[in-house]
T-cell receptor, first 122, second 114 residues
């Protein structure tokens, strides 16, 4: 079974430029996550999709970051304009969607991660 | 609030030594999941184990073992007879049952020297 795919693996840009990252989750995984991992820290959730709907984007800096998952499969994360502090590894993860309970869908417990995109903003 | 603490920033051992990575968590939830992930230099987070809060049995998988102690809110990870390929950053993470958000610790960098 193929894992989570991400591209590009590395990107170097200057501040105020734009950049976009792409993620293709594991086949059949309805839930997709974007994480930001700053050097020396653990990953921090930016946004979570379930199919093509946003479940949680409370920690996404919406003035400069945007993400979409139009067809409920692959996803793009964009930064426009980039700042120096955006230098980080951007990780995509996916998980199965589990049963519905009380009208809510709950993602399966285990998230599987891609190799990440290492962004350097100069 | 939920929090995961990995107090050990970096550990260095010589091959074949046993090493334990500590993880202490805080949560008010009664149902939750704990995870360990390995992040080798390639950058990908590799899933190692998931444990739910109702299952306090220790688990062993080859050279890896996990000790979950609810009384001390700890979920420690031991590598027996370490190998150079075990060199990586290891993350402990916590997730409440009714959410999907993983709360990660800051990670422990393990270096195994030949």
């Amino acid at each position: 079974e193929a894992g989570v795919a991400q591209s590009p693996r590395y990107k170097i840009i200057e501040k105020r430029q734009s950049v976009a990252f792409w993620c293709n989750p594991i086949s059949g995984h309805a839930t997709l996550y974007w994480y930001q991992q700053i050097l020396g820290q653990g990953p921090k959730l930016l946004i979570q999709f379930q199919n093509n709907g946003v479940v949680d984007d409370s920690q996404l800096p919406k003035d400069r970051f945007s993400a979409e998952r139009l067809k409920g499969v692959d996803s793009t994360l964009k930064i426009q304009p980039a700042k120096l502090e955006d230098s980080a590894v951007y990780l995509c993860a996916s998980s199965l969607m589990a049963f519905r309970r009380s009208g809510m869908s709950i993602a399966r417990e285990t998230q599987y991660f891609g190799p990440g995109t290492r962004l350097l903003v100069l | 609030a939920q929090k995961v603490t990995q107090a050990q920033t970096e550990i260095s051992v010589v091959e074949k030594e046993d090493v334990t990575l500590d993880c202490v968590y805080e949560t008010r939830d009664t149902t939750y999941y704990l995870f360990w992930y390995k992040q080798p230099p390639s950058g990908e987070l590799v899933f190692l184990i998931r444990r739910n809060s109702f299952d306090e049995q220790n688990e062993i998988s080859g050279r890896y073992s996990w000790n979950f102690q609810k009384s001390t809110s700890s979920f420690n990870f031991t590598i027996t007879a370490s190998q150079v390929v075990d060199s990586a950053v290891y993350f402990c993470a916590l997730k409440a049952y009714n959410t999907d958000k993983l709360i990660f610790g800051t990670g422990t960098r393990l270096q195994v020297f030949p």
